[in-house]
């Protein structure tokens, strides 16, 4: 792979148009900027990303939550140079080198991404994020294009001094965030999630080497920020997406199960990597078969596996495979504070009734869990705001409305999903 991207990009650089133009449906016309992110993006490692969808199992509450992380890498793209334009406009030297950087920063920002996105990320894996996973990545990449990310590598890991490009990159009003949260608004239909990106980007400004917003963008940051409490509530952790997720990761752990007992269990060979092992991050680091596997994992290999375990000999893995891939989920319920074990063992009795149960499915029809929702930390990379009198502050200073202070608050739910389905 590496010779091939060295021979092509040295022999025909200027025989390809390689400055394509995208119809994104959420932004309409947009441009890649040149053909080092078109190599990249023809690059098998991204073109990965067609095959995992944004919102993970979603779909299963909003039907036209079908878009991918390719969308949202574009997306995220493509804001990135208008912030970037915007800066330079108000008089940042910026140069060329750094704002293709920034770009491909952001680009390959979720290229480490696994099967169903945040799902199964810390099933699959030993506790390996994906942003270790996408500068492990990054830094692969970086070896067959000759050296050309080492910039985009120092602006994501947040080495390089100009502090102003990780803030765009990462933090708490970073373009990740304002593309996937119009993105998923857009494509789940939840009007409430929307935001106004662009005049947000419009008013980015850079002071002392630190990211801001102009002061009168203040209640775009209350509407952004708003939205985001929303989206997680009404999306991303919408009681059925939970139910559904916890099936998946079920799944998952019962085949893990049988693999280890000696059973035969159909997987496909990327995912067999992971069924059998638990890699951590160093083993990731040290055994080069992990990254293989890993970049031929998507969330096809998981629906194949799934078809296939639906009449699996194991009847645990078989029901639960039939019940997700049929949509006959499991039923929640949310507390305000853990659920003792007298309220656990109610619902463990309910499902022990159902036909076919025994104790031993149990573990697998009785889940307990907690979800948390925070929209603004100020301790985490605080959102700046630029003050008519060139000061800087907290957002939660600026606003003359109570809003942020309330969205400061962790909201943490506790839940208990169960079967409610023989077997």
């Not at 999630?193 to 990211?211: A, C, F, W, Y």
């Not at 059998?276 to 991050?281: A, G, K, R, S």
């Not at 160093?282 to 078809?307: E, G, M």
């Not at 705001?385 to 003359?400: N, P, Q, W």
């Amino acid at each position: 792979m590496r010779s091939y991207f060295r021979l092509y990009r040295g022999t025909f650089p200027c025989c390809m148009n390689k400055k394509k133009v995208l119809n994104d449906p959420v932004y309409g016309f947009i441009t890649i900027p040149g053909h080092l992110i078109f190599d990249l993006i023809e690059h098998p490692y991204f073109q990965r990303l067609r095959r995992i969808k944004q919102l993970g199992i979603a779909e299963y509450v909003y039907p036209g939550a079908l878009h991918t992380r390719f969308h949202h890498a574009l997306g995220a793209m493509h804001l990135m140079g208008e912030a970037i334009s915007t800066l330079k406009s108000k008089g940042h030297l910026i140069s060329e080198q750094e704002c293709e950087a920034v770009q491909i920063a952001i680009l390959l920002h979720d290229i480490g991404h696994g099967p169903f996105s945040h799902v199964l990320e810390h099933t699959l894996l030993h506790h390996v994020s994906h942003e270790r996973i996408s500068l492990l990545l990054m830094k692969e990449l970086n070896k067959e294009f000759n050296g050309a990310l080492d910039l985009a590598i120092r602006m994501f890991s947040g080495q390089y001094e100009r502090r102003f490009f990780y803030d765009l990159i990462s933090s708490q009003l970073d373009i990740d965030r304002l593309d996937y949260l119009n993105r998923d608004c857009f494509f789940t239909g939840v009007t409430e999630g929307s935001i106004g990106s662009e005049r947000i980007v419009k008013l980015l400004d850079v002071v002392d080497n630190q990211l801001v917003i102009e002061q009168k963008g203040v209640y775009s940051i209350e509407n952004f920020l708003t939205a985001r409490r929303l989206m997680y509530w009404q999306v991303y952790l919408h009681k059925t997406a939970i139910c559904a997720e916890t099936m998946l990761i079920q799944l998952i752990r019962r085949a893990r199960e049988l693999v280890h007992a000696g059973e035969s269990v159909y997987t496909t060979p990327a995912l067999e990597m992971f069924i059998t092992n638990e890699p951590t991050l160093a083993d990731f680091q040290n055994h080069p078969q992990y990254i293989r596997a890993f970049t031929q994992l998507d969330d096809y290999d998981i629906w194949a596996c799934i078809k296939q375990w639906t009449v699996h000999s194991d009847r645990l893995l078989a029901h639960l495979s039939t019940m997700l891939l049929n949509r006959r989920l499991f039923k929640i319920r949310f507390f305000d504070a853990p659920p003792s074990d007298e309220v656990v063992n109610t619902f463990q009795t309910q499902v022990l009734a159902l036909p076919g149960v025994t104790e031993a499915d149990l573990p697998y029809l009785v889940v307990r869990g907690e979800t948390t929702n925070s929209a603004y930390l100020a301790s985490r990379q605080p959102i700046r705001i630029l003050t008519k009198d060139r000061g800087v502050v907290d957002v939660s200073e600026a606003s003359d409305l109570p809003t942020i202070k309330a969205l400061s608050q962790i909201v943490r739910k506790y839940y208990v999903a169960y079967a409610v389905r023989g077997i």
